[in-house]
C-alpha cells in the first residue's frame, strides 16, 4: 500500500517534473511532520542550487503545478520557501483504513532486496556473556528483524572466538577436572576460565602440556578436538539460555567463528601475496590499506601471518568477508562491534575492496555503539569488580519487574480496572524486564555511552519500555471490553483534531521502518513508538470510545485497533514482548 508519505512524494515529483523537467524527476520533495500544518515541504529550499530559483518564487510555481486538490484542504507557502500541506479527512481516513486492512501494516517491501549478513554478539568459548556482549547483542537482532521486515534475505552470523591458543590450556584444565565436567556442566564459566589462566601464569608443567596440546589441536588431533568441542558446546549452552531469555532470534546453526574459517587462513595469505598485495615486514606478512598512519606517520599494516607462523584477527576477519561476499552473496554487511574497532574494520574493508571482493554494489559497515555505564559513570561492574554476567543482570532485572507489574496490578485492582493475574505475573515481569533494558539501550544515540539506572528503566511513565507496554495493554483492554459489549470496530472517518492527529502518526509506521532499515538506527523506531503512544494518551483523553454514537464509536474503535497492531509490531522489531494484560 501507499503511505500519505508516498503519495504525496508522487504529487509533488509531477509537479517538480512539470515545472522544471525530467532532471528533476526522483527528487527528494522534503516532507516532514510540521507544527504549522499536517505536512511541511523544504523543496523549494532544498532544490534552489538545481533549480536557480528563489526559494519563493519555485514554491509559487510548484503550488501552481501541485494536483492534490483531491488530498489537501489547502496548501500554502510560508517563511522563505516553505510549502505547508493541510489534509483532507476524507484522504486521511481513506489511507488509514487501507492501512488497517494490509496485514504488513503500511510497512512496503524494498524495491531492490538485499542479501545482508548482520556479525553480532560474538563472545568467546569457555567465557560467559557480560554487559559488554549486550548492546552488539540486542542491536544486531533489532536490525536482522527490522531488515527482514522490509523485504530483505538476512543472514545472521555470530563469530565466536572459538579457536587459538587459549584452547590449549582450556583442554588441559578441562582434562585435570577430570568426570566431574561432565556432571557439572563446567559450572561457572568465568571461573573455569580464570582457574585455567591462573594454573597457565604459575604452573610451568601446565603450560608445556598446553602449548603442546595447541599445537595437537591445530594439527587436527582426534582426541584433542573432542575435547575442544565438548567446551565449545558447554559454551554454547551458556550463550542460548541467555539468548533465549533476552528473545534473540539468533540460532546455534548461525556460529561462524574462528574455527570455521581456520582452514581459509593460508589460503587468504597465498591470494593476497600472489596479488601483490601482501608484503614481507620485520618476519610478518602484511597488508598496508593507503591512507593509514600510525603516530609517526608510519604506515599501519594488517598483520595476516605472524613471524611466528601464526595468524591473528585480521586474516580471520578477511577469511570471513570473503566468505559473506563470495559464498553468502551478501550485498551488505554490517558489523556490530563496539566503537574502539573503527580503524581495524575499515582496514579489512579496504583490503576487501584492494583484493576484488568488496566492489559495488556490495558494501560493508561498521554499526559502531558505545559503552554500557554504571550510575558511577565508569563500566558496568558487579559489586565485587567483575564484568556483570548478562544472565545475572536478566535476573536482576526479573526480581525488580516482578516488584513493579505487581504494585501496578494492585492499583488498577484498586480502582476496580482489570489487572493481570496473580499466575501471569511473573511472565508480565520477564517482558517488561527485557523491555526495559533493550528499550533503555535503543532509546540512546547508539554511538554513545549511556548509563544503566533500573529506576529510571522500569518507570511506567516517561519514554521507557514499560510504559509503552502499558499503553499496548491499555489499547488491549478497550478492546476486549468492546467485544464483551457486541461492539466492533467499523469505517474510519476523521473529525476530531485528535484523532486526525493519531491517524497521521500511524501512517508514518512504514516510512519510520525503513528509516531504521537505511539509518541503522534503532532511536529513531523510540522515537516514534513514544510519540506514537503519547498521541494515543491525547486520543484517549479527549475521544470517547465506548460511550460514543454507534458510527464514531466504530471509527473510533478502528483507530484503537490499528493503534493496538502497529504498538505490538513496532516493538516486536525491537525484540520486546507486548503483553495484552498487564
Not at 560474538?122 to 544486531?140: D, F, M, Q, V, Y
Not at 564459566?189 to 589462566?197: H, K, Q, S, W
Not at 593509514?292 to 613471524?307: A, D, S, W
Amino acid at each position: 500500500m501507499a503511505s500519505i508519505v508516498d503519495i504525496l512524494a508522487q504529487r509533488f515529483e509531477r509537479a517538480l517534473v512539470t515545472v522544471y523537467g525530467p532532471e528533476l524527476k526522483g527528487a527528494d520533495p522534503m516532507l516532514r511532520r510540521s507544527d504549522h500544518a499536517d505536512f511541511q515541504s523544504n523543496a523549494p529550499l532544498s532544490l534552489k542550487k538545481r533549480t536557480g530559483d528563489n526559494p519563493r518564487d519555485a514554491a509559487a510555481k510548484i503550488i501552481a503545478a501541485l494536483d492534490v486538490a483531491d488530498l489537501c484542504e489547502r496548501v500554502e507557502m510560508s517563511g522563505p520557501g516553505f510549502l505547508n500541506l493541510h489534509l483532507k479527512g476524507s484522504f486521511i481516513a481513506e489511507t488509514t483504513a487501507v492501512q488497517a486492512s494490509d496485514e504488513r501494516l503500511g510497512i512496503a517491501l524494498a524495491s531492490t532486496p538485499e542479501t545482508v549478513v548482520v556479525d553480532y554478539s560474538s563472545p568467546n568459548i569457555a567465557k560467559e556473556l557480560h554487559a559488554g556482549h549486550l548492546r552488539s547483542t540486542i542491536i544486531g537482532d533489532a536490525l536482522a528483524r527490522v531488515l527482514e521486515q522490509v523485504g530483505n534475505k538476512v543472514i545472521r552470523q555470530n563469530h565466536l572466538g572459538d579457536w587459538g591458543t587459549p584452547f590449549g590450556m582450556l583442554i588441559e584444565h578441562y582434562l585435570d577436572l577430570g568426570e566431574q565436567v561432565g556432571d557439572t556442566a563446567i559450572g561457572d564459566l568465568n571461573e573455569f576460565y580464570r582457574a585455567a589462566r591462573a594454573k597457565f601464569d604459575t604452573a610451568p608443567a601446565f603450560a608445556e602440556r598446553a602449548r603442546k596440546r595447541v599445537v595437537l589441536l591445530q594439527g587436527g588431533d582426534e582426541a584433542t578436538l573432542q575435547f575442544w568441542k565438548r567446551l565449545v558446546d558447554e559454551s554454547k549452552r551458556s550463550f542460548r539460555a541467555v539468548y533465549d531469555k533476552l528473545g534473540i532470534t539468533m540460532k546455534d546453526s548461525d556460529a561462524a567463528g574462528e574455527s570455521f574459517f581456520n582452514p581459509r587462513l593460508e589460503g587468504i595469505v597465498k591470494e593476497l601475496t600472489d596479488k601483490g598485495l601482501a608484503v614481507e615486514s620485520e618476519g610478518a606478512i602484511c597488508v598496508f590499506p593507503p591512507g593509514f598512519k600510525g603516530k609517526e606517520g608510519n604506515p599501519v599494516p594488517l598483520i595476516i601471518r605472524k613471524q611466528d607462523g601464526g595468524y591473528g584477527y585480521a586474516t580471520t576477519d578477511l577469511a570471513a568477508i570473503k566468505y559473506r561476499l563470495l559464498e553468502l552473496g551478501a550485498t551488505r554487511i554490517l558489523y556490530v562491534v563496539g566503537a574502539p574497532q573503527a580503524q581495524h574494520l575499515t582496514m579489512i574493508y579496504k583490503a576487501a575492496e584492494m583484493a576484488g571482493w568488496l566492489k559495488p554494489p556490495a558494501r560493508a559497515q561498521h554499526v559502531a555503539f558505545g559503552s554500557v555505564l554504571g550510575e558511577d559513570g565508569k563500566m558496568l561492574k558487579s559489586r565485587a569488580g567483575d564484568s556483570v554476567t548478562l544472565m545475572e543482570l536478566l535476573d536482576e532485572g526479573e526480581e525488580r519487574a516482578l516488584a513493579v507489574v505487581r504494585e501496578k496490578a494492585s492499583e488498577r485492582a484498586s480502582a476496580g480496572e482489570e489487572a493481570v493475574a496473580e499466575g501471569d505475573l511473573q511472565s508480565v515481569a520477564h517482558a517488561v524486564a527485557i523491555s526495559a533494558i533493550k528499550y533503555a539501550d535503543f532509546s540512546a544515540d547508539r554511538v554513545k555511552d549511556y548509563v544503566f539506572s533500573w529506576s529510571r528503566m522500569l518507570a511506567t511513565i516517561g519514554n521507557t519500555g514499560p510504559y509503552l507496554q502499558y499503553a499496548h495493554a491499555r489499547t488491549r483492554s478497550i478492546l476486549r471490553k468492546a467485544e464483551a459489549a457486541g461492539y466492533t470496530p467499523g469505517t474510519i472517518t476523521i473529525t476530531a483534531p485528535e484523532e486526525k492527529a493519531l491517524a497521521l502518526a500511524l501512517g508514518s509506521f512504514g516510512a519510520v521502518v525503513h528509516d531504521v532499515a537505511a539509518s541503522l538506527e534503532p532511536h529513531r523506531m523510540c522515537t516514534y513508538l513514544y510519540e506514537l503512544a503519547s498521541t494515543f494518551s491525547s486520543f484517549w483523553n479527549a475521544c470517547p470510545v465506548l460511550k460514543a454514537e454507534p458510527a464514531e464509536r466504530a471509527s473510533r474503535l478502528a483507530l484503537v485497533e490499528l493503534t493496538a497492531k502497529v504498538l505490538e509490531r513496532a516493538l516486536g522489531l525491537l525484540g520486546i514482548e507486548a503483553p495484552a494484560r498487564m
